[in-house]
């Protein structure tokens, strides 16, 4: 039996959702959940009502998802103008820097309004409206919110990409949303380092159309390499422009955003996001899962170029007026007290992070913790990947001084916000489980091979089986590959390359992906992605990647490579690989381990065994099972023989 937690009874009692409301809202939003998503609509400010709610079909080929779809609003407006009359004077984003001696800034409703419309009318000078996709390519910095609302102002989409990755990575992604417009800064401080972003920018678009301008944010001050007649200073054109910009009237069904993210085929995909339905979503989970009360410091500690940062940064808390804290550094710099340290100076009450960063500073001890003064704490929550038991019990204990409920969301890029979560006055949590799902969604539990739904206490693939109002809509121009990816391994469900287990009180246990997706340090990762990076390098003929479990990252990545015959395998060569899928991809990317491998275990037919090197990366080679369909079953004896992963 595993434990369960109680919801505090303080918490309950002030809660939006306690235990009785949500068995009886969730119970009523799975069976009319359309008269449920009529009511929830109305969180959003709209310019035209809607009348349609719901008009969606999982039946592949035939897969389309709509959501009040005659309804008009714009995204902006619901995070920004609806606030100025009752607290235009109040914070809307607490800026913290990367160095803890600079100092923090505080922007309010009215202020942000500003920025945002002048923001918004450079854009348009630039040439940008409606439709127009701009890429951000921007720091932690109040302007990388500013560029996201300032397009969803204009009716313009845009795509985030994470400062992290590559000028290859950033060209990828403006290619293949067309962008007209990227918009970057000239360095990035982070954990005491700068990074030119302006440069990897500057090597980025040397693979682009010419037409593609460049908008820059000083944030340093720094030399940057300059494009006459391509480049834009923001701070320039700022000035020139009006401070006001009236919001575009967009329909629900138009695109707010485009993200990239790894799937396990292929190059990243394009995840299309729409504007009402996300917006209803976004505004809805955030109120509902942090059970966010006006005026609270809310802290939510992911990068804005992945999907964390889109809806429980920007669009959710500003939705819902909320004080929306925004941190520049890393949890380690200067030392291992700087997020408890943030913590204690903005007074938060809530506090969203990554298992990977918990477990990190879990290693460091208690004391930087005990350092400060968390009293303000009220909530704390989890995402990204599973969180084991102990890291749990840490972030329990230590942090949340057993004060705390912990809420460990799981979702997706493609699911806009929470699908699976407990709600901190209503779910009693058990550590390691996302527990229940949210309003609206209906979870199930498939038999991978058969299809079969599974009932009752069991384990399998997680599918949801109907659409909710913040799911994706399709991939950035390649439909075909939607309904491929997420609709056809279950037909009328969508699939979510997750596997599960439900326990007896029907809560679920994520256990990780099922596909060749990995979850390194909460960033997911295509093994494809890799393989095709390291045989792109001229000393590679093959090469098969696989994640292994890894005590801070939670995945690591292994990687097997086969050398050109005139090549020979040496620690130079090694370092060589792991630096080149690091350029190319990004730091989050590089390689833990890379194993020499004359060959690789095949099938008759060709394919790569990967369960085979799955078990061998994780040092479990006593259970490799049936190795008899393999065409050269003596290359296995080779890879245990070599393997780099001893525990
Ligand atoms: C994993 C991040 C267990 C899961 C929001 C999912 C989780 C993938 C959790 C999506 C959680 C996310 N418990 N696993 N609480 N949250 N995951 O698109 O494998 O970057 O499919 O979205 O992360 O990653 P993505």
């Given amino acids: ?351 969203y992070t990554a298992p990977t960063a918990i477990r990190a500073l879990m290693g460091k001890g208690d004391e930087p913790v005990k350092a400060h003064d968390l009293s303000s704490l009220r909530i704390l929550g989890t995402v990204g990947e599973p969180i084991n038991p102990e890291a749990w019990r840490w972030y329990d204990e230590v942090v949340g001084a057993k004060r705390c409920p912990i809420v460990d969301t799981w979702w997706q890029t493609e699911t806009g916000g929470h699908l699976i979560t407990p709600l901190p006055g209503a779910t009693p949590t058990k550590p390691g489980s996302a527990t229940t799902p949210f309003f609206g969604i209906k979870p199930a539990v498939l038999d991978a091979n058969t299809g079969e739904v599974l009932e009752g206490a069991t384990e399998g693939v997680l599918v949801i089986a109907d659409s909710w109002p913040g799911q994706m809509r399709t991939v950035w121009g390649d439909h075909q590959r939607f309904v491929e990816t997420y609709f056809q391994h279950y037909k009328g469900y969508y699939f979510t390359g997750d596997g599960c287990r439900r326990d007896e009180d029907g809560y679920y246990w994520i256990t990780g992906r099922v596909d060749d997706v990995l979850n390194v340090s909460g960033h997911r990762m295509g093994t494809a992605e890799i393989e095709s990076t390291l045989v792109a390098h001229p000393a590679v003929s093959e090469a098969a990647v696989v994640g292994y479990p890894h005590d801070i990252k939670g995945q690591g990545i292994y990687c097997y490579v086969t050398l050109m015959s005139d090549k020979e395998p040496s620690e130079a060569l090694r370092k060589e690989l792991s630096d080149w899928v690091r350029s190319e991809i990004g730091p989050i990317a590089k390689p833990d381990l890379i194993q020499w491998a004359p060959g690789l275990p095949k099938t008759r037919s060709g394919k790569i065994m990967r369960r085979i090197l799955r078990k061998i990366a994780e040092d479990d080679f006593g259970a490799l099972g049936d190795t008899s369909t393999l065409a050269d079953p003596a290359v296995v004896d080779d890879l245990i023989e070599n393997r780099q992963n001893r525990k």
């Fill in 1 to 351: 039996m595993t434990e369960t937690i109680p919801v505090p009874s303080d918490i309950a009692k002030n809660a939006h959702i306690d235990a009785e409301t949500y068995q009886r809202m969730y119970k009523a939003s799975v069976e009319d959940t359309e008269a449920f998503w009529r009511k929830e609509g109305e969180r959003i400010d709209w310019i035209t009502p809607y009348t349609r709610v719901k008009n969606t079909s999982f039946q592949s080929p035939n897969v389309y998802i709509r959501w009040y779809e005659d309804g008009t609003l714009n995204a902006s407006a619901n995070c920004i103008d609806r606030h100025l009359a009752t607290r235009g004077d109040q914070t809307a984003i607490i800026w913290e820097p990367d160095a803890p001696t600079d100092e923090a800034k505080h922007i309010t409703y009215r202020e942000l309004h500003e920025k945002v419309c002048r923001f918004a009318n450079v854009l348009k000078e630039l040439g940008i409206g409606r439709g127009d996709r701009v890429v951000i390519y921007l720091p932690m910095i109040p302007e990388a919110a500013y560029a996201m609302l300032a397009c969803a102002r204009i009716g313009a989409v845009h795509s985030v990409v994470f400062a992290g990755f590559s000028p290859d990575s950033l060209a990828n992604r403006i290619n293949d949303c067309d962008a007209k417009l990227v918009i970057t800064s000239d360095g990035a401080p982070r954990g005491g380092r700068t990074t030119n972003l302006k440069d990897n920018t500057n090597s980025a678009l040397l693979h682009c159309k010419e037409s593609v301008k460049c908008l820059v944010v000083r944030r340093t001050g720094q030399q940057v390499a300059w494009n006459a007649g391509q480049d834009y200073w923001l701070d320039a054109l700022e000035a020139t422009v009006d401070a006001d910009c009236p919001p575009e009237e967009m329909g629900a069904e138009d695109p707010l955003f485009i993200l990239y993210t790894s799937g396990s085929t292929g190059r990243p995909k394009g995840v299309v996001h729409t504007t009402g339905g996300y917006m209803v979503y976004a505004a809805m989970t955030h109120k509902l899962t942090f059970d966010y009360k006006d005026g609270e410091i809310y802290w939510c500690t992911a990068d804005v170029g992945w999907v964390t940062g889109h809806t429980y940064i920007v669009y959710g808390p500003l939705a819902n007026g909320a004080i929306s804290l925004m941190f520049e550094g890393v949890p380690t710099y200067p030392d291992a007290g700087r997020f408890w340290a943030v913590c204690e100076k903005h007074k938060v009450a809530t506090f």
